[in-house]
C-alpha cells in the first residue's frame, strides 16, 4: 500500500510546503541572479573600458606613439579627453614597465613645456624638476601597485583577451581592464584602465534589500494567510469533520457548534446546512421509528380480529353468523390494505418531492381542475354532493405559488375526499381561493358533523382513533399527509369546525405567494 502524504495531510500542510517548495525554487533563482549581478555589472563597465582602450590604440597607431616613457607622458596628457570619466589609465611597455600614468600628469606636465626664451637650465630649474620627481614617487607610493596585475596578463599564451580585475582597495571597489596595445599586428605594450565603481556594490545592495524586503513581506503575507486560513477556515472545517464522524460514530456528545451557526459566511451557511440536515435526519429517523411502530401497531388490531374471526368462522354452522363473521373478515382485509397503499404511497411522496423541482402555478387553476373531476365522480356515482368553487375575490388574477403541480393536486383531492366522505346525502361542499397578506388562502368547508375534539390538531396525527363509521375506506393518514406536503411547501393548515349556526368543518390552507 502506498502512502501518499498530499492524499492524507491536511489543507494547511498542504499549503505550507507547497509555498516552502515555491520559496526554495525561487531563493535559488534569486541566490544565482544575486551571484550574477555583480559580475555582469563589472563586465559591463570594462565592456566600456575596452571601448576607451581601443580608442586609445587608435590614437596610438595615428600619432606614431613610440613606447618611452617621455613620449608615453605626452600622449596622455594629449590626450586626456579620452579619459574623463576614468580615475586612472596606465601604459607599460613589454618588459613590463609603467610609462605613464594619469595619476601623475598633474606633478609632471609642467616638464614637457618648454620655452623658447630659456636656452639653458638654471640650477633653480633643476631643483624644481628635483622636488617633482621626488613628488611623484610619494604619488605613486600612495596609490595602488598595477605592476602585478600587468605581469599577470603578460604572461599569459593569449593576450588578445583582456584581463578584468574587480578589487577592494582604500575602501573603493575598482574595477581595471587590462588589454595589450596593437598597432598593425604587433604588441606594443599595456595599457591598464582602473575605475572607482562603488555604485556597482550600491546597486547590487540595493537589489539585494529590495528582495529580501519582498521575500520577508510575502512571507509575512502568507503567515497571515495561514493564521487566518486555519483559524477561520480550516479548523471549523475540522470541527464540522469531528460532528459528521461522531453522527455517524452515533456519540451523544455531539454539538451544535454555535459560535459557527451565527457567522454570516459560507463556514456559517454550511454549519447552518449541516446541523439541519442532521435535525432533519434525526427527526426522520425518529418519525420512521414511531410511524413503524404505529403502523405494526395498526395491523395488529385487525390481525387480531381476522384471527378471531376465522376462528368462530370455523366452528360456526349459523349461516347468518358466518356472513357477519365474512364481513368482519373483509373489513379487515380493507383496512390492511388501505395501511399499507397509504404507508407505501407516503414515502413515494416524501421521496418524489425531495426529488422534483418546483415550478411557478397557478393554485387556482389547480382547483378548478381537481374539483371538476371530483364533480362528475360524484356525478356518476349517483351522491347529491355538489362542490362549488368562489374565486370571485382574486378578480381575475392568478394565485401563483411555488411547487409541485401534482402535490398540489394531491392535497386538494385529498382534503375534498375526506369533505366528501363527512358529508352528508343532499349536501355541498364549499371551496373558496383568496389572497391573505402575502399567502394564497384554500378554504374548504363541508355540511358534515364536523369535529367533536377539544384539542383538534389530533386529527393530524398518524392512524387518528376518532374514527368515522366506515373506516374501512380510511388508513387514518390522510390528514397527515396533507400536512407534510404543505409543510414542504413552506405552508401550513388549520383546522376548526364552522361557526354561527352552520354545521360542518372548516379547513384553511396557507402556501406562500411567489411572485
Not at 392568478?398 to 383531492?413: D, M, P, T
Request: charged residues 25%.
Amino acid at each position: 500500500m502506498k502512502f501518499n502524504f498530499f492524499s492524507t495531510s491536511s489543507i494547511l500542510k498542504k499549503f505550507l510546503i507547497f509555498n516552502l517548495i515555491v520559496f526554495l525554487v525561487l531563493g535559488i533563482f534569486t541566490f544565482l541572479y544575486l551571484n550574477a549581478i555583480k559580475p555582469n555589472l563589472i563586465n559591463n563597465r570594462s565592456d566600456h573600458h575596452t571601448i576607451i582602450i581601443n580608442n586609445t590604440s587608435d590614437h596610438i597607431k595615428r600619432l606614431n606613439v613610440e613606447f618611452t616613457k617621455e613620449s608615453a607622458t605626452k600622449f596622455l596628457l594629449s590626450t586626456r579627453f579620452l579619459f574623463q570619466n576614468l580615475d586612472r589609465v596606465q601604459l607599460y611597455d613589454l618588459n613590463p614597465n609603467l610609462l605613464a600614468d594619469t595619476d601623475t600628469l598633474d606633478l609632471v606636465q609642467d616638464v614637457f613645456i618648454k620655452s623658447q626664451n630659456v636656452q639653458e637650465t638654471s640650477i633653480d630649474r633643476l631643483e624644481e624638476n628635483t622636488n617633482i620627481s621626488e613628488s611623484l614617487k610619494e604619488v605613486q607610493t600612495m596609490t595602488f601597485n598595477t605592476e602585478s596585475y600587468v605581469k599577470e596578463y603578460s604572461k599569459r599564451k593569449d593576450i588578445s583577451n583582456k584581463l578584468i580585475i574587480s578589487e577592494t582597495i582604500n575602501n573603493n571597489f575598482y574595477v581595471m581592464t587590462v588589454n595589450s596595445v596593437n598597432v598593425d599586428g604587433e604588441n606594443k605594450g599595456y595599457i591598464i584602465v582602473s575605475e572607482i565603481a562603488n555604485d556597482i556594490l550600491v546597486a547590487v545592495d540595493e537589489r539585494k534589500n529590495f528582495i529580501l524586503r519582498t521575500v520577508f513581506s510575502i512571507a509575512l503575507v502568507i503567515f497571515i494567510f495561514s493564521v487566518f486560513l486555519n483559524k477561520y477556515i480550516l479548523k471549523p472545517i475540522r470541527s464540522l469533520v469531528l460532528y459528521t464522524k461522531a453522527i455517524k460514530e452515533k456519540d451523544v456528545k455531539i454539538g451544535k457548534h454555535e459560535k459557527y451557526l451565527l457567522r454570516k459566511d459560507e463556514v456559517g451557511q454550511l454549519s447552518r446546512s449541516l446541523n439541519e440536515m442532521t435535525e432533519d435526519l434525526y427527526k426522520r429517523i425518529n418519525v420512521a421509528e414511531t410511524f413503524s411502530s404505529d403502523l405494526a401497531h395498526e395491523i395488529r388490531n385487525p390481525l387480531t380480529s381476522l384471527r378471531s374471526a376465522s376462528e368462530v368462522l370455523d366452528n360456526t354452522n349459523d349461516n347468518e353468523k358466518r356472513k357477519k363473521l365474512i364481513k368482519v373478515i373483509s373489513h379487515d382485509v380493507e383496512r390492511i390494505e388501505r395501511l399499507i397503499t397509504d404507508y407505501s404511497q407516503m414515502l413515494k411522496d416524501e421521496a418524489s418531492l425531495s426529488r422534483a423541482k418546483m415550478e411557478k402555478i397557478d393554485l387556482a387553476n389547480v382547483v378548478d381542475s381537481v374539483v371538476e373531476d371530483f364533480n362528475s365522480n360524484l356525478f356518476n356515482l349517483n351522491k347529491n354532493i355538489k362542490i362549488n368553487v368562489n374565486n370571485s375575490n382574486l378578480n381575475g388574477s392568478k394565485l401563483n405559488v411555488l411547487g409541485v403541480e401534482s402535490k398540489l393536486e394531491q392535497i386538494v383531492a385529498n382534503l375534498l375526499d375526506n369533505a366528501v366522505s363527512f358529508s352528508p346525502t343532499n349536501s355541498q361542499i364549499s371551496v373558496v381561493c383568496n389572497i391573505k397578506k402575502r399567502d394564497a388562502q384554500l378554504i374548504i368547508e363541508d355540511e358534515g358533523p364536523g369535529f367533536n375534539e377539544k384539542n383538534i390538531d389530533k386529527v393530524f396525527n398518524r392512524f387518528y382513533s376518532n374514527r368515522p363509521e366506515k373506516f374501512g375506506e380510511h388508513s387514518g393518514l390522510g390528514l397527515n399527509i396533507v400536512k407534510n406536503i404543505i409543510e414542504l411547501h413552506g405552508g401550513s393548515i388549520i383546522v376548526s369546525n364552522q361557526i354561527g349556526n352552520k354545521k360542518g368543518a372548516r379547513i384553511e390552507v396557507l402556501l406562500p405567494i411567489y411572485k
